[in-house]
């Protein structure tokens, strides 16, 4: 997370530094320098301050106290330019549980990316950091995705990506339809089995 263990694993040619809460402008340069991938996230420190003191985590009073410097470092690396992948490090720790990566979203937002930047940083960054850009990341023919659908505008309001999901494709099937969006697509799906 500090500059010194980020300085160490860059020059030595990982791919990725998680979290990078206590980077600096120098750490920041390294990364780019050497192609390396920021996963922030920031959602965890979010999580920690939030739901830490009910779990009796003794670092949330800390984490609280060094909220606003760790946004400000990370809108340096957005600033500066530093390649940025989603992760939320979901289910690292008790207080940040799974189901609220997209909170990763709007935090990226609030260190000064555009809902679409940070949108990017999820699908095709984390597939290019992954090295699976050939397979994920975009919708095309031929790559897999699993979509969401959003009641709303998220490029208006990225915390649409968290609340506003009304609908879910996973693997080709629908998973999760509450406006009956794809009821038309279901009812194709089931003619063509009923012909086969």
């Not at 739901?51 to 470092?73: K, Y």
């Not at 500066?80 to 979901?90: E, K, P, Q």
């Not at 997209?102 to 930047?117: F, I």
Request: with cysteine.
């Amino acid at each position: 997370m500090g500059v010194e263990g980020i300085k160490n694993v860059v020059l030595s040619g990982v791919d990725t530094v998680e979290h990078g809460w206590y980077m600096d402008e120098s750490s920041c340069h390294l990364m780019i320098e050497h192609g390396t991938t920021l996963v922030g996230t920031l959602s965890n420190v979010v999580a920690i301050i939030h739901n830490g003191p009910d779990l009796f985590m003794p670092w949330a009073s800390m984490m609280a106290a060094d909220e606003a410097a760790v946004f400000e470092r990370h809108k340096m690396a957005v600033e500066l330019g530093v390649t940025i992948a989603m992760g939320s490090d979901c289910g690292g720790n008790e207080s940040h549980r799974h189901g609220q990566n997209a909170l990763e979203l709007e935090c990226y937002v609030r260190c000064g990316m555009s809902p679409t930047q940070a949108i990017t940083s999820a699908t095709m960054g984390g597939a290019a950091v992954m090295r699976m850009s050939d397979a994920i990341g975009t919708i095309e023919p031929g790559k897999l995705a699993d979509l969401v659908v959003i009641d709303g505008d998220p490029l208006s309001d990225i915390s649409l990506a968290r609340t506003g999901v009304v609908g879910v494709v996973q693997d080709g099937r629908v998973i999760r339809d509450d406006l009956g969006l794809m009821d038309e697509l279901r009812a194709e799906r089931r003619g063509a089995a009923a012909l086969a």
